[in-house]
């Protein structure tokens, strides 16, 4: 509010007490705005993240605070608090004082909680505010080397010629990996058997064995099977081929009804709904220039993963597509919702 109408409005002869009040309570309003944009951060920031250390969401969130803290010139600690569909770390931020010193790292498999969980403690989209993307990574579609098949359209058509016989194995029912296994199945008009392990190792080791005949899985994991060449991943799935695999050929590639496939993962950063606007958009600044940074764009491509930011409200509207687009499959697929 520009002062010299604000003295104007003070100095008007014989104000009422109400329009006092209502100035003096916009004074307040406005110098309170500013003081929150200049002062913040006034002690140490929090990442909480819904996996357990030294996973790839781990290291992306300490690789991020270390930038933060430099800039922001407060500690920035990283938190771990792994349950299943991420549900402690995001009831802890959801009831966090909204002061943008409590952050949580969300993902894709937040939008898969959405869907999948009848009820949650919170409300994923009224009780965040997003701050931005950081990055994106691959899923992959990997089969056992020297096994039956090569290449991703001796899969496909191996799968479409003998219906009801191709296994493909995924982590847990409802991660991310296992629902772009039934999305990939739906889209193909195939019918596979998607079969849920508990965790990604026992689904490598039931396809090393020859008991399933392809996996779904974040491609950064697979990449010491892929280079000891046990694995050979036959596709991508999602837009683009991987920097880091140059010759295998993305999903839509195959053309048809996968022309438009897509399915990638993604993370980011949201904080509690009632943070005010300008402490989200100060963090949402820093996670820009952040993420490009030369040193973090490798750090993070060494994970397999894509630095990308993006505004609070292009997060936000990634978080409600996914969360209808995961919800479409749950019921397509006929998933007990947990």
Known sequence: MHITFVLNLLLWDRPSSMLRACVVALIVMSWNCVATAQNFPTKPIKIVVPNAPGGAA??????????????????????????AG???????????????????????GTAVSAALFKAL???????????????????????????????FAELLAYAKANPGKLNIG???????????????????????????????????AALRGGNIDAM?????????????????????????RAAVLPDVPVAREAGGSLANFSATSWNGLAVPAKTP???????NREMVRILTLPDVKQ?????????????PDQLAQLLDSDIKRWADVIERAKLQKQ
Do not use: C, W, Y
């Not at 270390?66 to 792994?82: C, F, R, T």
């Not at 847990?172 to 965790?199: C, R």
């Open 86 to 108: 991420g549900v402690v770390a995001g009831e802890q931020v959801a009831k966090s004082d909204p002061d943008g010193h409590t952050i949580l790292l969300i993902s894709s």
């Open 58 to 83: 781990d290291i992306t969130a300490r690789t991020i605070a270390q930038k933060l803290s430099e800039a922001l010139g407060q500690p920035v600690v990283i938190d771990n608090k792994p349950s």
């Open 170 to 204: 995924t982590p847990q029912i409802g991660t991310t990996q296992n629902l772009a296994a039934e999305l990939f199945k739906s889209a193909a008009g195939i019918d596979v058997q998607v079969i849920p392990f508990n965790g990604t190792p026992p689904v490598i």
């Open 121 to 151: 403690p919170f409300d994923t989209r009224k009780d965040f505010a997003p701050v931005s993307k950081l990055a994106t990574f691959d899923l992959a579609i990997a089969v056992a080397e020297g096994g039956k098949f090569k290449t």
């Open 277 to 283: 606007k300008d402490v989200v958009a100060k963090l």
């Open 216 to 240: 779904v899985e974040i491609l950064g994991p697979l990449m010491a099977q892929i280079t000891s060449n046990a694995l050979r991943p036959v596709a991508l799935l999602g837009d683009q």
């Open 299 to 311: 750090r993070l491509n060494d994970l397999t993963l894509v630095a990308q930011s993006s505004t």
